[in-house]
């Protein structure tokens, strides 16, 4: 067995026996229906936190792929007792005007604003959900969701608001999270309405959200998406790797060609973003080389899943970079006591900082896995 394969290969056992097994059993709430926000060190559930809805449906999205990978005949069932309490708590009035913001342990709405993010990541529930079990409330939810999208949050600017309080600075990341919802959307159900809405977040990225000047994704913008004065040179490293990894994605489902966007976005990520451990760091001011701050889980799961999509374009050197980097969390952040638990973030000297286990980077490492193992079973070769 190769070091690529053996990596793989720990990476899929310890998810699928560990995390998901360990997450199943402790981090649903069996009284009052939802997922727990965190865990414990010791995998207990830490109570009394708000329950942000963007972890409820990044939840659903994990176990019902999860259970579409043939990882649990539990997950698909978990997955969809999930739903029905989104739906139910997460989403009033059907969902008229999409779902709420945060929820409080017992199901009641703490914040109802519409937050761009959260509406991105129900979408990617209900394409899930449709996949899994042709719901028909999943497709119901998502036409509502983007009926409010478009009627409350587009901007004459391009794109759409941060939320329905119009707050001020807007952000790249929701928009990197439509589009891969609208891409989930178009994969599961064919409708070429989603392949249009991914198109036109494409096209942000290419006019907007992407410096080919300086090769970065830029972040932060003021209302008419002009570079923010303040926030402008915040660049985030993992999220640069994560659209290196969404391209890919668009390129395979829509026959275009982001190659050179791709290459230039992965190259420059590690010459800006890798502290002098080899992670990428949370965030960089641009023209700082030597990142020295802290570094969370998810911007490794990002570069890992980044690797292996220029590894299916034929790099094969990427595939060992995957792999590496794989063995390099098994060293860090999943060495822990319990298995199935990780620390989320460290500081520059790889000391840890996380005080719990947040449900919310499940997801991160699903998407991560599942890619590494869907490489690996097609022999190397794309799907």
Known sequence: MTAWRQSVSTFERWFRDDALALWRAQGYDALHGGFYECLDFTGAPITGRPRRVRVQARQIHTFTQAALCGWGADNEALAAAGFDYFLAKACPDQGARGCVHLLSDDGAVLDDRRDLYDQAFALLACASRWQAAQDNRALELAEHIIAFLNHELASPHGGWLENDRRETLRRQNPHMHLLEAFMALFRTTGDGVYRDYAAQVYALFEDVFYDQRHGVLREFFDQDLTLSSDKGDLVEPGHMM??????????????????????????????????????????????????????????????????????????????????????????????????????????????????????????????????????????????
């Not at 990428?280 to 990002?302: F, I, K």
């Not at 990427?318 to 098994?330: K, P, Q, T, V």
């Not at 998407?367 to 690996?376: G, I, K, L, T």
């Open 242 to 383: 994560e659209w290196v990894w969404l391209l890919g994605n668009y390129d395979a489902l829509f026959g275009t060609d982001s190659a050179t966007h791709m290459t230039h976005l992965y190259n420059r990520t590690e010459e800006v973003g890798l502290d002098s451990a080899g992670f990428l760091g949370d965030t960089v001011n641009l023209g700082n080389q030597n990142p020295s701050g802290p570094r969370r889980l998810w911007p490794q799961t990002e570069y890992i899943k980044a690797a292996i999509t220029l590894a299916r374009r034929g790099d094969k050197a990427m595939a060992e970079r995957a792999g590496a980097l794989i063995d390099m969390l098994f060293k860090t952040y999943l060495a822990q006591d319990v298995a199935g638990l990780w620390c989320d973030q460290f500081d520059a000297s790889g000391a840890p900082l996380a005080r719990d286990v947040p449900a919310s980077i499940l997801y991160h490492l699903f998407e991560a896995v599942a890619d590494a193992a869907s490489f690996e079973n097609a022999g190397q070769k794309r799907p």
